[in-house]
């Protein structure tokens, strides 16, 4: 069983839409949660942190924790074609280990 | 602007080389981390120093070794090249009051 799984995508919504984006973890230490966003050739930019169980609100983008379930998710609203990118779920406990990512494409 | 620098931005290097990668981090980050990402995966994580010492590691063999320095800066080498040892090799950093880590912009390094 891998440490992150990410459905790997390729993900498409039309412009406007909401984008979700799950992830699932296997160690039940972990403490701390992110999001990433990786364009193509660049390196990962930090979008979200979440620490405790619920939803975490900003802007456009909505964070969601359930430890019990050991799952994240991160959701889009009004979906942008700059929001085209590779989304990277990371999970801290002591280091930070990734999934493979899901690739978003947001069609005009 | 990021406030982790990489360097250099694109390395060749002959099967069977050495070679060193380095990361300069913000003032304050004592926590580095290296990770290798192929194209199209996510990123692999290689090991992780905290105030000059090693305290964790991946599925990485012991050619992969690291440092870091007082100063905030790090060292990624990489010894017996293989070719699939080809990627891109970031550094991240984060200091005690914030648990995310930030990127410098990585090196690519393609083996021949």
């Known amino acids: 069983q891998k440490e992150v799984e990410q459905n790997s995508g390729p993900l498409s919504v039309p412009e406007g839409a909401i984008a979700s984006l799950n992830c699932t973890y296997s160690d039940r230490g972990s403490q701390s949660f992110f999001w990433y966003r990786q364009y193509s050739g660049k390196s990962p930019e930090l979008i979200m942190s979440?620490?405790?169980?619920g939803d975490k609100e900003d802007g456009r983008f909505t964070a969601q924790l359930n430890k019990a379930s050991q799952y994240v998710s991160l959701l889009i609203r009004d979906s942008q074609p700059s929001d085209s990118a590779t989304y990277l779920c990371a999970v801290v406990n002591n280091d930070m280990r990734f999934g493979a990512g899901t690739r978003l494409t947001v069609k005009p | 602007e990021t406030g982790v620098t990489q360097s250099p931005t694109h390395l060749i290097k002959t099967r069977g080389q050495q070679v060193t990668l380095r990361c300069s981090s913000q003032?304050?980050?004592?926590?580095v981390s290296w990770y290798q990402q192929a194209l199209g995966q996510g990123p692999q994580f290689i090991f992780q120093y905290y105030r000059e010492e090693e305290n964790g590691r991946g599925n990485f063999p012991p050619r992969f070794s690291g440092l870091q320095f007082p100063n905030y800066s790090s060292e990624l080498n990489v010894n017996a090249l293989e070719l699939d040892d080809s990627a891109l090799y970031l550094c991240?950093?984060?200091?005690?009051?914030?648990?995310?880590?930030?990127f410098g912009s990585g090196t690519r390094l393609t083996v021949v």
């Open positions: 003032s304050g980050h004592n926590t």
């Open positions: 991240a950093s984060r200091d005690v009051a914030f648990y995310g880590y930030t």
């Open positions: 979440i620490y405790s169980n």
